[in-house]
């Protein structure tokens, strides 16, 4: 027997602080409250949020930031089901979240009691793996499974419900729990019949891009990626979420490429005879349909996951393993091969094809975002929500490595962006943050602007208003006879009254003459958050733009000229 | 569109409430049909055995693979499609049989070594055991009576000699 007993809930907050975790992000609820008690006077820091979404995105951003696990904490029945949003998010990207919900007392589960929702069932197609506590003794090896499994192999969200009475329970702080997981897959090496076959296909490839992913930057593989592509002066294209995996500024990077990629992107991949996709996905928003895309090309895949494998595109060659392993094995296999030719004509394309905007006229989206990108520099986080300004971001900010740049990709979650932001700035204080948000995704999770300001964060909300669900409208005027419906945002608020509603610094711009000055200010602000709101051109659309259903070569590079006819540009 | 082809999975898992959900929404996502399912206590009861039989093309099947080794309840996952494999299935009929048909049924029955569990006025009541093929056939031959009720456990397998059922 112990000298002192504590509660489930206390060595709960004990393992996840022994396990390197600072912050627990979340708001209270009455089956949570015994956590919520705990966290007292625990070392533990408590990131009061103001709805459960938000604190999902919290431990998200704080995850994606800083590679280490976001922890969140919430109360049972709606308090669990706002957080399957974020739980999503998290799933379709890797990002390694713990969510720990309260939950009815032990013998009220499955009544339909008060506050009582089967968290744990509707969990099951969005988590890597979730748990049901039922043993108060249980409580620390469920912790050290749940932060280990979210956070090796291929990271993901993993779910701990906890009910009151369990988490209420007193138990002997000193028996020793450890993981037990006899199913969980140890994260598989790259066979070197593999790697030889790979270092084959690319020594031979004339015509070769390396498609970087969301696992270069989640393995850590910058280093290597860079030797690899330099060695063999490979073209590489970045994912949206792979961006900063490999640095936009180099020479030999042809950024995103699908459906909103670069011109230069989408042709090179059109034109290779081998693509290499390392910790990339074949997604659905890259290949199109997957019978037409690059059928000319071979395809190489590397992939934590053996799932992957296959799933979206037959490949001639899978590496199964951990990116940063497998190129640093495949290294000293590669012997650069003739690729000169082909470098001359993916260069001559990006002179050709560049990425542009108008500056003259109304203000644009594309002109504040780059600016602010700039002008905060390198090193800074940079987040976005989702939308047309998504796209710009990914287009416009120059992201020179891993985990500076926060995006929603899989799960395109509206209402990322702030919460994202707020996380990444609690896990790195020292960066500058800023996020990108349309006025449309914003509205999905402003009260945490609320949050922001609590712990004044000194992040720089872009605001980039066109009063429209931009993405939408787009759509509906390309593809749908320009029938509007559902996309006119009339009512939003005025968000220069909203900051100073918060307590928050705001600033408004309208010309681009005024950009330069505005951001200056924005930038020095540092006490506290601050709201940007940028009103701009209201019918601009993302381009290039390769249609649902057409393949990479059919894309449209730019808005196709007519004369105006007063409401915009592409009207 | 691939050929669909019958498939029997065979599954080790942790024995817990709630993975039997985990793994029948892995075929449920793709549209995977379970045509029959046997989930019983392996040798250690940490773990339970499953063995899933399930129509469909080859490469839904080896993603529905991947996605059910990929679970952290499921230890391995392992298809026997084309494999030598023991294989037996337990079924109930219950056949509408007067008095003067019960010698022709009984018979039959015979044939298939089936057992008679009940025997009434109007029913008859056969288990049969055997590989499904066979409770296939036996099917067959009792439809002519009129089959009132139709139990089948499923099918369960179990690799030949020493070599351990993956």
């Known amino acids: 027997m112990a000298d002192k007993m504590k509660t489930a809930a206390e060595v709960m907050l004990d393992v996840l602080y022994e396990s390197g975790v600072r912050h627990v992000f979340g708001i209270p609820g009455g089956n949570s409250i015994p956590i919520y008690d705990a966290l007292t006077n625990h070392p533990l820091e408590l990131i009061l949020t103001r709805h459960e979404q938000g604190a999902t995105h919290m431990a998200d951003g704080y995850a994606r930031s800083s590679g280490k696990p976001g922890v969140v904490c919430v109360t049972s029945g709606p308090g669990a089901t706002n957080t399957l949003t974020g739980i999503l998010t998290a799933m379709m990207d890797s990002i390694p979240i713990v969510v720990i919900t309260g939950q009815s007392v032990t013998p009220n589960i499955g009544l339909d009691a008060f506050q009582e929702a089967d968290i744990l069932g509707m969990s099951f197609s969005s988590v890597k793996h979730s748990y049901m506590v039922t043993k108060p003794q249980d409580i620390s090896r469920i912790i050290k499974e749940a932060l280990h499994i979210a956070t090796t192999g291929r990271p993901g969200p993993v779910l701990v419900d906890l009910p009151k009475d369990v988490s209420a329970a007193l138990i002997d702080p000193t028996i020793e729990n450890d993981r037990d997981l006899p199913g969980y897959k140890e994260i598989p090496v790259a066979n070197s019949e593999d790697l030889n076959k790979t270092a084959d296909l690319m020594n031979r490839a004339l015509r070769p891009v390396i498609m970087a992913g969301h696992g270069v930057v989640l393995s850590g593989a910058e280093e290597p990626l860079l030797q690899i592509a330099e060695k063999m002066n490979i073209p590489v294209s970045t994912t949206l979420l792979g ?27 059109s034109g290779s005879d081998l693509i290499i996709a390392i910790g990339a996905r074949w997604d659905d928003r890259i290949t199109g349909i997957p019978e037409n895309f690059c059928p000319n090309a071979r395809k190489i895949h590397f992939d934590i996951d053996p799932v992957e494998m296959g799933k979206i595109i037959p490949v001639d060659c899978s590496v199964t393993g951990d990116a940063k392993a497998s190129l640093e094995a495949l290294l000293p296999l590669l012997e650069p091969g003739d690729t000169g030719r082909w470098n001359k004509q993916v260069n001559r394309w990006k002179r050709e094809f560049p990425l542009k905007y108008r500056k003259e006229g109304k203000l ?12 905060a520099g390198p090193e800074a986080i940079a987040c976005t929500d989702v939308g047309q300004h998504q796209m710009w971001a990914a287009h416009f900010v120059q992201s020179i490595k891993g985990r500076n740049w926060l995006t929603s990709g899989g799960a395109g979650t509206m209402g990322f962006g702030l919460p994202a932001a707020i996380g990444a700035q609690l896990a790195r204080p020292e960066s500058t943050v800023f996020t990108v948000v349309g006025d449309g ?32 409208r787009q759509w509906q005027h390309m593809f749908y006879e320009n029938r509007l419906t559902g996309v006119e945002l009339e009512g939003n ?14 600033f408004r711009v309208k010309r681009s003459s005024d950009v330069r000055k505005t951001l200056k200010a924005a930038l020095a602000w540092n006490d506290g958050p601050c709201i940007i709101e940028a009103v701009v051109e209201q019918h601009d659309n993302v381009f290039p733009m390769v249609p649902a259903g057409a393949t990479l070569d059919e894309m449209i590079i730019e808005a196709p000229r007519k004369k105006r006819s007063g409401a915009g540009d592409e009207q | 569109m691939e050929k669909s082809i019958k498939h029997t999975i065979s599954l080790l898992v942790s024995n817990k409430p709630g993975v039997l959900t985990r793994v029948a929404l892995v075929f449920a996502r793709r549209g995977f049909n379970i045509d029959s399912l046997v989930v019983s206590k392996a040798q250690s009861p940490e773990f339970s055995r499953m063995n899933i039989e399930a129509t469909g093309d080859e490469k839904t099947l080896n993603l529905v693979l991947a996605q059910l080794n990929r679970l952290v309840d499921v230890i391995h996952a392992v298809d026997h499609a084309n494999e030598d494999v023991i294989q037996r299935e337990l079924a109930l009929f219950k056949v509408s049989c007067p008095p003067e048909k019960r010698t022709e049924v009984l018979q039959i029955a015979e044939t298939f070594r089936g057992q008679t569990v009940d025997i009434g006025d109007e029913t008859i009541t056969l288990q049969v055991t055997g590989k499904s093929s ?28 020493k070599a351990a059922t993956a």
Not at chain 1, 364 to 375: D, F, G, P, V, W
């Open chain 1, 243 to 269: 961006k900063g995996g490999f640095p936009d500024t180099h020479e030999l990077s042809i950024g995103m490429p699908g459906m909103h990629g670069t011109a230069y992107a989408n042709k090179a991949l």
């Open chain 2, 134 to 161: 066979k409770v296939d056939a036996f099917h067959t031959m009792m439809d002519p009576f009129g089959i009132l009720e139709l139990v089948r456990t499923g099918k369960v397998l179990m690799s030949r000699g």
């Open chain 1, 493 to 506: 608020p005025d968000f220069m009254k909203l900051a100073s509603a918060y307590g928050i610094k705001g």
């Open chain 1, 441 to 472: 995704s914003f509205q999905m999770t402003l009260c945490e602007l609320a949050t922001a300001a609590n712990n004044k964060l000194p992040i720089k909300i872009l605001i980039t208003n066109n009063r429209y669900l931009g993405m939408v």
């Open chain 1, 364 to 375: 644009r989206a594309q002109h504040i975002i780059e600016e602010l990108a700039r002008m």
